[in-house]
């Protein structure tokens, strides 16, 4: 779960995730039929094909296994299978990162029945060549939290250029996942709104660092644009199209929206100006983020988690429900609250004091149903 730094690791910037006490757990079986045999406890559906030819356009959790099963592909043992059971207690479809477990999962459970070394600082990048292969162009937050996490920590993580550490949570401090009632899909409208998000973080790149001679890197990315002090998203045009910053810099467009699956419509509009500031706004606040927990100053904690809903909300990640839910366990004592994950529906993280916890936990089941949890940091893959 995403303790702050939302929709910034596409664009290499920093963020601060933590494990939670929910697991996603995998029972194997290595074969030697060259097949893949998966099933799962929460969702119908048997899947079986061969790993020398995996389903060309497997449908819902299946595309996970495939893709995970096909980022070990050039290392597998000849000949060999495995069969799958998939359970746990972890919520699906919620943002607490569920499809990127799966995929970290299944392919460190393939490598052990498979007799393959896998480091566990690998896991995070062939876990994202897995995903983005299925059409979803997100950044490495999620699976290199679930691979590095330690308990009673968060992580921070950088990525230009890559580095990690944890953040120890203070023992006067709660933090509490509280579910919207409306799930984050993984397809169709929301995967374009993600993606839109994703070229319109490339384009800002360009736009304020090719000016001035910098080399903002393919895929463009807003790291070197903040590195090079030239982060300012108000010089931005509100809305622009890849067609036209391709054409006002000189630049090959498909630089801008070119994925690993599939390719970015050059002509649709992006919203450069607003999501730039929100990409921009929240690096800086995962600084001040970490300072606020290392200083144990958690009421500035929870201003920032404030700060940086209303910058999503702006940013057009967040719902109605979600903004119901936030302001609910505010109301009820939280320091803050904010959506959690890319947003779109599903959970919402919010800090508070130990004695306010069990108030906070009964304002978010009031406003949403539920389920609401206190969440506590722990070790990542085991």
């Known amino acids: 779960m995403n303790l702050i730094g939302e929709h910034t690791d596409y664009s290499l910037l920093p963020v601060m995730p933590l494990a939670?006490?929910?697991?996603?757990?995998?029972w194997?079986?290595?074969?030697?039929?060259?097949?893949?045999?998966?099933?799962?406890?929460?969702?119908?559906?048997?899947?079986?094909?061969?790993?020398?030819?995996?389903?060309?356009?497997?449908?819902?959790w299946h595309r996970y296994l495939a893709a995970a099963a096909?980022?070990?592909?050039?290392?597998?043992?000849?000949?060999?299978?495995?069969?799958?059971?998939?359970?746990?207690?972890?919520?699906?479809t919620g943002g607490l990162s569920s499809s990127s477990a799966l995929s970290v999962g299944v392919i460190a459970t393939l490598a052990r029945v498979w007799g393959i070394d896998v480091a566990a600082d690998e896991l995070p990048g062939l876990a994202i060549s897995a995903e983005r292969s299925i059409g979803v162009e997100g950044g490495m937050m999620d699976q290199t939290v679930?691979?590095?996490?330690?308990?009673?920590?968060?992580l921070r993580i950088d990525f230009d250029p890559p580095a990690t550490r944890g953040v120890p949570i203070p023992a006067d401090l709660s933090i509490v996942a509280a579910y919207s009632g409306t799930p984050a899909p993984k397809g169709g409208a929301a995967n374009l709104a993600y993606n839109t998000r994703v070229v319109a973080c490339r384009a800002a790149a360009l736009l304020l660092g090719v000016p001035h001679g910098l080399d903002v890197a393919d895929p463009p990315v807003l790291s070197k644009v903040v590195a090079a002090g030239l982060a300012d998203a108000d010089a931005l045009p509100e809305t622009t199209t890849a067609d036209d910053v391709a054409a006002i810099?000189?630049?090959?467009?498909?630089?801008v929206v070119s994925m690993t699956a599939g390719r970015f419509d050059p002509a649709a509009e992006l919203p450069v100006r607003i999501v730039a500031r929100h990409v921009i706004g929240e690096a800086a606040r995962v600084d001040r983020a970490e300072e606020a927990l290392r200083d144990g100053s958690l009421e500035r904690l929870?201003?920032?988690?404030?700060?940086s809903h209303a910058s999503l909300r702006a940013f057009g990640a967040s719902s109605p429900a979600l903004d119901a839910l936030v302001a609910a366990m505010r109301s009820a004592g939280a320091w803050g609250a904010r959506l959690t994950g890319a947003g779109f529906?599903?959970?919402a993280v919010a800090v508070c004091a130990p004695d306010a916890t069990a108030a906070v936990i009964g304002a978010a089941r009031s406003a949403t149903g539920g389920p609401?949890?206190?969440?506590?940091?722990?070790?990542?893959?085991?």
Not at 20 to 26: E, F, V
Not at 372 to 382: K, L, P, R, T, Y
């Open 302 to 307: 929870g201003a920032l988690l404030d700060a």
């Open 28 to 60: 194997a079986a290595g074969t030697a039929d060259g097949r893949l045999i998966a099933e799962s406890i929460e969702f119908e559906g048997r899947i079986e094909f061969e790993l020398d030819a995996p389903p060309s356009a497997p449908g819902g």
């Open 70 to 92: 096909a980022a070990l592909a050039e290392r597998r043992p000849r000949g060999a299978g495995a069969r799958l059971l998939v359970g746990g207690d972890l919520p699906s």
């Open 20 to 26: 939670i006490d929910r697991h996603l757990a995998i």
């Open 345 to 347: 529906g599903g959970y």
């Open 372 to 382: 609401a949890f206190e969440v506590i940091a722990s070790d990542g893959v085991g």
């Open 146 to 154: 679930i691979a590095l996490a330690r308990a009673g920590h968060a």
């Open 249 to 255: 810099l000189g630049v090959n467009v498909e630089r």
